[in-house]
């Protein structure tokens, strides 16, 4: 009976030993199949390269550009003024610095009673004046139609004179009433345009001159850029001519107002003045630096910058063709204007250039484009 259990125990192991085997070599031979069919496909992908990479195009250009040269400038106001006084007196009130003053408005004050004093009495001048010569000149009338009464001709002339010479004084007195109310007006001293008050020249209770400074006034909205540069520069633009200027990280376009032909005889610099536009969110005073033309433009072909892509030992540029592969052109660098610049090499006007994700691109790889439009700097 022993014998018997222990025989059952042996062939139930024995059918465990069976199961177990059975089972390895099924999952034993699937897992090497899965992982055969994992090596076929890693080979079949290192084979193809590496998969499609998203990119942004542009097109190259063809442009009309020329070398430029930089030159420094800074940012002036079209109208700054040192406001004077035009009569004299004791100073009641000037504007705070900072204030925003528009044209006509009170920016100083003078104490008026002395120039009230002068206009009182020239008016008082001129009624007396007005009376005399109106006396005279009904007195003169009265003998008019008596000359052949017996009034001698020598009386007649000497009526006549004393009327004329009234008239005269009495015109005088009227003159001088004008001027007396003119420096009345000019006791309060107004902005001559608008703008903003950056200095006070005087203090409250000082006492003022014609002609002494009172406040520094500084148009801010109207601005201009004044730079100097060589003659060789300055032969290649006229007026009306647009000309890019930056400041710092800011980029904008300014029209070429005027060059003053006139050179320092030692520098040998011409002045440039250009016009900036209105509301322009630059400082007075601000440095810039002017982008000028240093010889006669040519057509050239030219891409965005954003498409360069700069290593150490090249620059370069990928070109996207019809089989939508990247292939990557070795470039050199000409002419800037704006967002685009020129390019010397295997780069044709229309050709499509990667201008987003070239950075991480290979020579031959294949991509998908998305076209994205160039935004030049605003003018």
Do not use: C
């Amino acid at each position: 009976m022993k014998m018997l259990k222990n025989r059952n125990l042996l062939l139930g192991g024995g059918g465990l030993l069976v199961v177990a085997a059975a089972a390895a070599f099924f999952y034993g031979g699937h897992v090497g199949a899965s992982t055969d069919e994992e090596a076929d496909d890693g080979e079949q992908q290192a084979q193809q390269g590496p998969p499609p990479a998203p990119v942004a195009v542009a097109k190259a250009e063809q442009r009309s550009l020329a070398p430029m040269a930089d030159t420094p400038g800074a940012v002036v106001s079209t109208r700054d003024s040192l406001v004077a006084a035009a009569t004299s007196g004791k100073i009641e009130w000037v504007a705070e610095v900072g204030a925003e003053v528009e044209e006509g408005e009170v920016i100083a004050r003078i104490e008026q009673a002395d120039a009230k004093f002068t206009r009182d009495d020239q008016a008082a001048a001129v009624q007396r004046l007005r009376a005399r010569a109106e006396y005279l000149e009904s007195f003169y009338q009265r003998f008019v139609g008596l000359e052949e009464a017996g009034e001698s001709q020598a009386s007649m002339d000497e009526m006549r004179s004393n009327r004329d010479e009234a008239v005269q004084a009495l015109r005088q007195a009227e003159v001088a009433l004008k001027r007396a109310e003119t420096n009345l007006e000019r006791t309060e001293v107004r902005a001559p345009f608008a703008g903003r008050v950056v200095s006070q020249e005087v203090q409250i209770g000082e006492f003022a001159n014609p002609g002494a400074q009172l406040v520094r006034l500084v148009d801010t909205h109207h601005l201009e850029v004044t730079a100097r540069a060589p003659v060789g520069l300055t032969r290649n633009i006229k007026p009306g001519d647009t000309i890019s200027v930056t400041n710092g990280a800011d980029t904008m376009n300014a029209s070429v107002r005027a060059v003053v032909p006139v050179g320092d005889e030692r520098s040998r610099m011409l002045e440039i003045r250009l016009e900036l536009p209105e509301e322009t969110p630059w400082y007075i005073g601000s440095a810039v630096r002017v982008n000028l033309p240093s010889a006669e433009p040519r057509i050239v072909t030219a891409v965005p910058r954003d498409a360069l892509v700069l290593r150490a030992d090249r620059i370069s540029v990928y070109v996207v063709g019809d089989d939508n592969v990247a292939k990557r052109v070795d470039v050199e660098l000409g002419s800037a204007e704006g967002g685009f610049i020129e390019v010397i090499g295997e780069v044709q006007p229309e050709d499509n250039v990667v201008i987003r994700g070239g950075e991480r691109l290979r020579d031959g790889q294949p991509v998908t484009m998305s076209a994205t439009p160039v935004v030049e700097p605003s003018a």
